[in-house]
């Protein structure tokens, strides 16, 4: 199954996000002098990413091993690299939970790792931009 999403400019730094699989937009910007920002930046939307995809995988587990939880949270941080390549670095997800996952962890521990978005981080070493 291919993903897309369209990404159109909409003038000072600010972006909409169209994706393919359903009609609701986002938008990415970053604050500017001249206008308030009404999304978050490309490296939030992108740690944004990671950890909503987390999160789908924690949420999906706990279903269906039918462990009760109310609190599914997950904080998502890194350090800005500012040296050539600029880059995100120590990116860490932290999931919090009321689950009582007793001697499930481990196994819960290793269902968060399936998910695509952090294997796409750890095994992709090129993408391809083209203009």
């Given amino acids: 199954m291919q993903q897309k999403v369209e990404v159109k400019f909409l003038g000072n730094d600010k972006f909409e996000v169209s994706p393919g699989s359903c009609s609701n937009k986002a938008y990415i910007d970053k604050p500017a002098q001249d206008y308030e ?3 978050p930046n490309p490296l939030e939307a992108f740690l944004a990413s990671l950890g909503s995809c987390v999160g789908v995988f924690a949420k999906s587990y706990l279903k269906r091993q039918q462990i009760e939880f109310k609190e599914l949270n ?4 890194a350090g800005f690299v500012s040296q050539a390549p600029m880059h995100l670095a120590n990116i860490k997800v932290q999931v919090k939970t009321d689950a009582e996952l007793g001697d ?3 196994i819960f521990m290793r269902a968060l ?6 294997n796409t981080i750890v095994n992709t ?3 391809e931009i083209i203009a």
């Fill in 104 to 106: 499930k962890k481990e």
């Fill in 74 to 77: 997950m904080e998502v941080s």
């Fill in 113 to 118: 790792h399936a998910c695509p978005v952090h």
């Fill in 37 to 39: 920002s009404c999304g």
């Fill in 125 to 127: 070493k090129d993408i």
